[in-house]
């Protein structure tokens, strides 16, 4: 058996149920859950935003770090090709399939049309695939990866969507060159994160725009170039800072991670002619008026980006290895910790921005 929130009701909200833990298929693995950490898409999840994409039952949480109980037959490396055994902690990509059109033949994964990803549902029966609980099934179309020893279970948890996420967007965009000014959009935990990938890339200039200010206090020692709170300016403050510091250009790339609508506008008003923006926060599902005339003429490059395969998780734990240590990365993104038992509170802590990343010990 297995303590797990379940979502079964919107009405009712998450609950604690103890679930069978079914046997591990082969490819597979059985973890012990060792941190989880919340993500503001579980808070969208539980409050029924997503109810077109999540299939209720479902167990919550798909951010995690966990340990080996057990290896399925024909498990015996990681992705890569690293012996793995019980006792090892480990990460897993969500399960995309390897076998459709996306996966196979575009080689673009996050678009997997089989994957039925941790955390979205639905729960089948001995089969645990969320990571707010004690145990978790890895599905044999998932990869893992062995966390190394220098990264924490929490920072490990949040690299799990937060930071595969932040590698994913930068390997979608032309590379950040050491002439290069950045701007990031969003002090959330994609958006600090983001920023400090951009300052280890060599970027000339790295500018953290977001709030509230504690937040961007985090990021003092850090050697941003600039860190501006939206909340003691206007746009035009904002947009008007960063042509100062580029000769009135503006940024050679700006990463958008903060979610709202006015966050996409706000880009493409500071991104200089030629340069690109690149959306990762936009998740409101409104409709956003574009200027495609002058988006022709200024030729700019707007991509996007969602999720991570492996290699970007691998990236990511590369990063936090080299990285994670003299940024302090831990104290600035991970936050105060729960038990299974105060999920709720976790979910609020989230939901209001009280806290950067709730950790969850079950």
Not at 169 to 188: C, E, H, K, Q, Y
Not at 219 to 226: G, M, N
Not at 341 to 352: E, G, I, K, N, Y
Request: glycine share 10%; with cysteine.
């Amino acid at each position: 058996m297995s303590r797990a929130v379940m979502l079964a009701d919107y009405g009712r909200g998450p609950a604690i149920e103890s679930l069978d833990l079914g046997p591990v298929l082969p490819g597979g693995a059985l973890v012990r859950i060792d941190a989880a950490t919340v993500c503001g898409t579980d808070v969208h999840i539980s409050d029924g935003v997503f109810g077109n994409l999540a299939r209720l039952p479902l167990v919550m949480g798909h951010e995690g770090t966990g340990t080996v109980v057990e290896l399925g037959p024909g498990l015996e490396r990681d992705a890569l090709g690293q012996p793995i055994r019980t006792g090892d902690r480990v990460v897993w990509a969500h399960n995309w399939c390897g076998r459709c059109y996306f996966c196979a033949v575009a080689k673009q994964p996050t678009l997997c049309e089989n994957t039925m990803g941790y955390g979205w549902g639905p729960h089948e029966e001995g089969v645990v695939n969320g990571t707010f609980s004690e145990h978790l099934h890895v599905s044999p179309d998932s990869r893992v990866l062995r966390v190394p020893e220098s990264v924490s279970s929490p920072l490990a948890s949040a690299a799990t969507c937060a930071l595969r996420t932040v590698m994913h967007a930068l390997d979608r965009m032309p590379r950040i060159r050491f002439s290069d000014t950045v701007v990031v959009l969003g002090a959330g935990p994609v958006g600090v994160l983001a920023a400090a990938a951009a300052m280890r890339s060599g970027a000339d200039q790295v500018v953290l725009i977001g709030a509230p200010g504690s937040r961007l206090a985090a990021t003092e020692s850090w050697e941003l170039t600039a860190s501006i709170n939206i909340d003691d300016t206007e746009p035009d403050e904002r947009i008007e800072a960063v042509r100062n510091m580029t000769e009135g250009r503006g940024a050679d790339i700006v990463l958008e991670c903060a979610g709202p609508p006015d966050a996409f506008t706000e880009g493409m008003e500071m991104v200089r002619a030629g340069g690109t923006l690149m959306v990762i926060g936009q998740a409101h599902g409104e409709t956003v008026p574009v200027a495609t005339t002058a988006m022709k003429v200024r030729q700019l490059t707007v991509r996007t980006s969602l999720s991570a395969d492996i290699s970007h998780f691998h990236d990511a734990l590369r990063f936090l290895d080299r990285h994670g240590g003299e940024l302090g990365l831990e104290s600035v993104v991970c936050s105060k910790v729960y038990s299974l038992d105060q999920v709720t509170d976790a979910l609020v802590a989230m939901r209001s921005g009280a806290e950067m990343k709730p950790v969850i010990i079950p």
